[in-house]
């Protein structure tokens, strides 16, 4: 039983098309996150909300939309994908914002 | 937030203690110290948290002195599942994003 659910697990997309990668937490946990792992494997976050509000929006291109439609999941919608966007996004969550995270399996984001 | 610095690679045997120390000269009255163990084509997974002093779990141990200007975290008799990237990160108390820096990649030898 997944507690952070990412789908889809591959995406292959050429550029300039759009897509979205889903997030869904059953841990019953009120903040939710976005980060991003590039080719060197650093991690940075790109977004946090909290009960369905923003509260971080760290400097990632408005070509980056992220959508809560309720407290459990939290979708990430990009836009004009460009090849620098090739990536590997987590998902995480935490009861609040400060407790420990925890992190989906990742989306492995390709661009061609 | 407060930079950390740890080594870029340890090795260790099976069955061995591994103690992995991390530095963070400008921590802040108010962070804490977070460990995060992330294996290949996976998320990071929480280890453990500190303030001062020493915190032990079913996993392992965090030893923080006084000053907490460093931390080490130890991992009594390793195995080849620990092989995997350690990352000691400086977690400011109500702030919620995490700041992971480049970690320490342990690789465990039978």
């Known amino acids: 039983d997944t507690a952070v659910s990412q789908t889809p697990k591959y995406l292959v997309t050429q550029m300039g098309n759009d897509k979205s990668i889903k997030c869904e937490q059953n841990?019953?946990?009120?903040?939710m996150y976005w980060y991003k792992q590039d080719s060197k494997k650093f991690l940075k976050i790109m977004f946090s909300?909290?009960?369905?509000?923003?509260?971080i929006n760290e400097t990632v291109p408005n070509r980056f939309s992220p959508k809560s439609p309720d407290k459990a999941h939290l979708n990430l919608h990009i836009n004009s994908l460009e090849l620098g966007d090739s990536a590997v996004y987590f998902c995480?969550?935490?009861?609040?914002?400060?407790?420990?995270?925890?992190f989906g399996q990742g989306t492995r984001l390709t661009v061609v | 937030l407060a930079k950390t610095t740890q080594p870029i690679s340890m090795d260790s045997y099976e069955g061995q203690e591994v103690n992995i120390t991390c530095s963070h000269n400008?921590?802040?009255?108010?962070?804490?110290i977070t460990w995060y163990q992330q294996f290949p084509s996976q998320g990071p997974r929480f280890i453990i948290q500190?303030?001062?002093t020493k915190v032990t779990n079913e996993v392992a141990s965090l030893f923080i002195p006084a000053d907490r200007k460093s931390s080490t975290l130890s991992l009594p008799r390793v195995s080849l599942s620990d092989t995997a990237v350690y990352y000691c990160?400086?977690?400011?108390?109500?702030?919620?994003?995490?700041?992971f820096g480049k970690g320490t990649m342990l690789l465990v030898s039978p």
């Open positions: 995480a969550s935490s009861q609040d914002i400060n407790t420990e995270a925890f």
């Open positions: 841990l019953g946990h009120d903040t």
């Open positions: 909300y909290n009960n369905k509000e923003l509260i």
């Open positions: 400008n921590i802040a009255t108010n962070d804490y």
């Open positions: 500190g303030y001062k």
């Open positions: 990160l400086v977690k400011p108390r109500g702030y919620s994003t995490l700041t």
